[in-house]
């Protein structure tokens, strides 16, 4: 998101959004297009967010809301990214 007042239109539990970021290094589920449903807030700009296999607290400028789309969202919304291994000091 790229407007703090965009929160306002989020409704918990019905609201879907979907990452812009690269969050694998958190959970190898959570790569950039993966699609998510917000379920509360953890902080003023945090977002507590629920995956199919995993809930995280996620940036409000990591995600973009998904327009016309509500409810949780199936593992066959998600992408089929294959994790790289990762080495120490590399983002």
Request: with cysteine; glycine share 8%.
């Amino acid at each position: 998101m790229e407007d703090h007042d965009q929160l306002s239109r989020i409704v918990f539990g019905q609201t879907r959004v979907i990452l812009t970021r690269d969050l694998s290094v958190m959970n190898p589920n959570l790569v950039a297009g993966s699609q998510g449903l917000v379920i509360g807030k953890l902080a003023n700009y945090t977002l507590k967010v629920a995956f199919p296999k995993v809930t995280v607290g996620v940036s409000w400028r990591d995600c973009d809301i998904v327009e016309g789309r509500t409810g949780m969202p199936t593992e066959a919304e998600q992408p089929r990214v294959i994790p790289t291994p990762r080495h120490m000091g590399e983002e």
